[in-house]
């Protein structure tokens, strides 16, 4: 792993310098647009001064906390789905194709259902444990073939592992009444985001992606092959578990706050890696920044195509995800 | 020349299946969220029945259980034959995105036309077979490559890709226009038999009337697909021809199931399977008895779903894909 040439390192300055940019503006666009839309000015005033007035208060008790929830599970996905692929070499990686999100959602399932007194912190760590046990499910039958299993195989696996686990929890949701409690929180997804929930999502959020960091370039070498990354030393089975927990944490959290979200860990990282390049370390925070503006640029449609009402975050994901899903199907997923 | 013994054997199964499903249905017209006694039923059905009794007996529980029936048998036809036709035993109208195309398309006529139990029931059968066979012809073209042909496993992850996506499209239709109506569209994803009442009956029945026997007469030439591609030129079957009739058949089918049903998937997986287990691979044979298992699974699921939870109960395609998932993994480890 030696430096690249400064050419391509300026390159990169350059990208991530432009991608920040464009996301700092998707930042204010979304803080304008919604139910009612405020003029720049305003937003301006609330972010920067200690006025207040109505149209102040809106941006800083709604729309503040629910586009900074946005932007960080965004960032939170797109680096969890970039992991992920890198650590199975799959392209169709997901966690919400995976069985992750599905795992979680079964866990708040059970979690209103059985433990109702839980309370936000309580249902986040359930989330994640739940997010753990789904993913554990489909690797260990992707795992439970001596050859490994083909990429398409492995997405196969997953998506009917989801479909029992989204059908369990429903089926609990139904038979304990807390159906509604278990919608109320996944798919209401970015909206009603609140400074409490944040407090808590933040710095588990930033602590993942520090520790995604630490390990980008490990995860390069295992993204070329087992092989490679044994011949440079390192000891691929404490690199994998590691790169696990950080997968099911950063998705955890994001299925505790928002809900189900498939595609934007499956698009993100290659739209990354189209703009740097191979090496996790480009990689990583490239998908971070572009999860964070995708996120935002699809929460601020969800509020205003259908205003004053919302539509659901996720249905605009997986909208704007298939075109794509159905490319890197005919083209990567090819062997079986 | 098939061995009579298997003729017989699958006699027996027949006969052991409508009885199954006699019973089931007996079963299913006494639970129910209105009390209606067992010993009731038959005074009941021979019009001695109070009011009430005639009332949940005949227009709350006969027409529900005649649909999730039909709808059961016309989903397994319906995989039976996709089964045949790709050469992919996981193959099945929910699981490959044949089911949500029909969704869209009700969704859109469910946008623009109140959907209630007068003439425009009858067309909606029709219009979600245009919305499944846009997106049976969609995965095809994605999932075909010239050379290599229809590549089953990609065909399938394709289809799965997609039924999320139409899933995200009919929500993102719906709520754009009329947040009132989501409920509808979320119970129709959940796959909540919607549609219980005699006109939607009668609006399933003719598909199934016509598209059976339909599928029985060329049940010879599904054998030959079977066995591949070039093996069925050679035994001088017209292949695209063939294909293209009997794909038409099969999203029809799933189409008109699911236009009163919602979105079940898993059970035009596992009723050819069963089938084929019970009376061996040809389709003159298993056809008929994968009908009756379709059938039979989906009442089955409808039963235990309605009385598992009071009052709304657990939709019946939610019962069925937790049968139905840990089947398609068994399959999918098994290969």
Redesign the interface.
């Known amino acids: 792993m030696k430096p690249l040439g400064r050419p391509r390192r300026a390159a990169f300055g350059w990208t991530m310098a432009a991608s920040l940019a464009v996301m700092a503006g998707m930042f204010v666009v979304s803080l304008m647009y919604g139910a009612a839309d405020i003029p720049f000015h305003d937003v301006w005033r609330a972010l920067f001064s200690r006025e207040v007035n109505d149209q102040i208060l809106i941006i800083r008790e709604i729309r503040l906390p629910r586009e900074i929830a946005a932007m960080v599970v965004g960032a939170a996905l797109a680096a969890a789905g970039g992991i992920m692929q890198g650590m199975t070499r799959n392209p169709l990686a997901d966690p919400g194709l995976l069985g992750i999100t599905a795992g979680a959602n079964l866990a708040l399932a059970v979690g209103f259902a059985f433990f109702p007194a839980l309370g936000y912190f309580g249902m986040t760590v359930a989330g994640s444990i739940g997010a753990a046990l789904g993913m554990l499910l489909v690797l260990g039958l992707g795992a439970s073939r001596r050859d490994g299993w083909s990429p398409i195989r492995l997405v196969l696996a997953g998506s009917s592992v989801s479909f029992f686990l989204y059908a369990l929890a429903e089926a609990i949701g139904i038979a304990f009444k807390v159906s509604k409690d278990v919608s109320m929180w996944t798919a209401g997804g970015i909206m009603g985001t609140t400074w409490r929930q944040l407090g808590v999502v933040v710095p588990v959020v930033a602590a993942g992606l520090i520790a995604a960091m630490l390990y980008a370039r490990q995860l390069t070498a295992l993204s070329l092959s087992e092989e490679v990354a044994t011949g440079l030393g390192q000891r691929t089975a404490l690199v994998k578990a590691a790169l696990s927990c950080v997968v099911i944490l950063l998705a955890g959290v994001s299925v505790a706050l928002v809900g189900n979200m498939a595609f934007i860990g499956l698009m993100v990282p290659h739209i990354a890696r189209a703009l740097v390049g191979t090496d996790y370390r480009r990689v990583l925070p490239m998908a971070a920044v572009a999860g964070a503006t995708l996120l935002l640029l699809a929460d601020t449609l969800a509020r205003t195509i259908g205003k004053p009402y919302e539509v659901p975050t996720a249905a605009i994901i997986a909208v704007l995800g298939i075109p794509f899903f159905l490319l890197i199907a005919r083209r990567g997923g090819g062997r079986s | 020349m098939i061995a009579k013994d298997l003729v017989r054997k699958q006699r027996r199964w027949l006969i052991g299946l409508l009885g199954l499903i006699a019973v089931t249905a007996v079963v299913s017209m006494g639970l129910g969220y209105a009390s209606l006694s067992f010993d009731r039923l038959i005074p009941t059905l021979l019009g001695q029945g109070t009011f009430k009794e005639e009332f949940v007996l005949l227009k709350i529980r006969l027409p529900r259980i005649a649909i999730t029936l039909l709808a059961g048998m016309a989903l397994a036809l319906s995989g039976a034959i996709l089964q045949g036709i790709t050469r992919n035993e996981?193959a099945d109208p929910g699981i490959i995105g044949i089911n949500s195309g029909a969704g869209v398309a009700v969704t859109l006529y469910y946008i623009f036309f109140p959907i209630d139990a007068g003439v425009f029931i009858y067309l909606v059968p029709v219009v979600a077979f245009i919305g499944a066979l846009a997106a049976a012809i969609l995965i095809w073209l994605?999932a075909y490559r010239r050379g290599s042909g229809l590549?089953p496993?990609?065909l399938?992850?394709?289809g799965?890709?997609?039924s999320?996506?139409l899933?995200?499209?009919m929500?993102?239709l719906i709520?754009?226009?009329d947040?009132f109506k989501v409920d509808f569209i979320a119970k129709w994803l959940?796959g909540s038999i919607w549609g219980a009442d005699w006109p939607f009956v009668l609006a399933l029945l003719p598909w199934l009337v016509a598209l059976v026997p339909f599928v029985l007469l060329r049940a010879h030439r599904l054998n030959l697909l079977e066995l591949g591609e070039p093996e069925a030129i050679g035994l001088g079957v017209p292949l695209t021809r063939e294909r293209v009739w009997l794909l038409l058949a099969a999203v029809a089918l799933a189409a008109a199931a699911v236009s009163v049903t919602g979105g079940i998937?898993f059970v035009g997986l596992m009723a050819p399977h069963i089938a084929k287990r019970l009376v061996g691979p040809r389709h003159q044979l298993s056809i008929p008895i994968a009908l009756l298992i379709g059938g039979w699974l989906l009442l089955v699921a409808d039963t235990i779903g309605r009385n598992?939870?009071e009052p709304?109960?657990?939709?019946a395609g939610?019962?069925a894909?937790?049968i139905g998932?840990?089947y398609?993994?068994y399959l999918?480890?098994r290969k």
Not at chain 2, 312 to 315: D, N, P, S, T
């Open positions: 996981l994605a590549h496993l990609r399938v992850l394709i799965a890709g997609s999320i996506a899933s995200g499209l929500i993102v709520s754009s226009v947040r959940a998937a598992a939870a709304e109960g657990i939709a939610t019962m894909a937790l998932a840990p398609f993994l999918l480890m």
